[in-house]
T-cell receptor
Framework: AQSVTQLDSHVSVSEGTPVLLRCNYS??????LFWYVQHPNKGLQLLLK??????LVKGINGFEAEFKKSETSFHLTKPSAHMSDAAEYFC???????????FGSGTRLQVQP | GAVVSQHPSRVICKSGTSVKIECRSL??????MFWYRQFPKKSLMLMAT?????????EQGVEKDKFLINHASLTLSTLTVTSAHPEDSSFYIC?????????????FGPGTRLTVT
């Protein structure tokens, strides 16, 4: 069975400082991993995805994530936070052979001016 | 990118009534759509997989007679909450992968907030 653990329910950073949102996964097979962002009253938007290619994945808006199999982690980072990054972020896993996604509990990112 | 719409965006209904939520893929065909439920400050929970031309597949613990799913066409899936109760109040989100394309990426609708009074 697959599962995702987002280690922080809430992260607060100052504008211009780095962002780190942590995610650990559990999967029986080789997983596909994703980060989605949800802004208030907006649909979920895909930030980036890992599908067994390069372990360092670059996404939109300056975000990137590194797949570390030995640590079963897929942490999301950004060098410099922007006010518009404030949102809810979900780490998501999809096992090989399944089309449905399993979501983590979400991390709310707050960016202080 | 591909667009998925949901209608209505918000609905308030009285306890005991039924509510239908539509999910449409606007610029692509979707043989499969997924319905999720999101509680306040909680993650998305997969409720069921909607399959065009066949019965939906429900996740464990989801009542299929309460949450009726119909995948009427390659661009439309509907979720009907029957005999709604206040505990059914939630945010319902659908998603669809591009048919024939990579199944790794799904496109999400903006969600429907249901409030049962």
């Amino acid at each position: 069975a697959q599962s995702v653990t987002q280690l922080d329910s809430h992260v607060s950073v100052s504008e211009g400082t780095p962002v780190l949102l942590r995610c650990n996964y559990s999967s029986s097979y080789s997983p596909s991993l994703f980060w989605y962002v949800q802004h208030p009253n907006k649909g979920l938007q895909l930030l980036l995805k890992y599908t067994s290619a390069a372990t360092l994945v670059k996404g939109i808006n300056g975000f990137e994530a590194e797949f570390k199999k030995s640590e079963t982690s897929f942490h999301l980072t950004k060098p410099s936070a922007h006010m518009s990054d404030a949102a809810e972020y979900f780490c998501v896993v999809r096992d090989t052979g399944r089309r449905a996604l399993t979501f983590g509990s979400g991390t709310r990112l707050q960016v202080q001016p | 990118g591909a667009v998925v719409s949901q209608h209505p965006s918000r609905v308030i209904c009285k306890s005991g009534t039924s509510v239908k939520i539509e999910c449409r893929s606007l610029d692509f065909q979707a043989t499969t759509m997924f319905w999720y439920r999101q509680f306040p400050k909680k993650s998305l929970m997969l409720m069921a997989t909607s399959n065009e031309g066949s019965k939906a597949t429900y996740e464990q613990g989801v009542e299929k007679d309460k949450f009726l799913i119909n995948h009427a066409s390659l661009t439309l899936s509907t979720l009907t909450v029957t005999s709604a109760h206040p505990e059914d109040s939630s945010f319902y989100i659908c998603s669809a992968p591009l048919a024939g394309g990579s199944s790794y990426e799904q496109y999400f609708g903006p969600g429907t907030r249901l409030t049962v009074t």
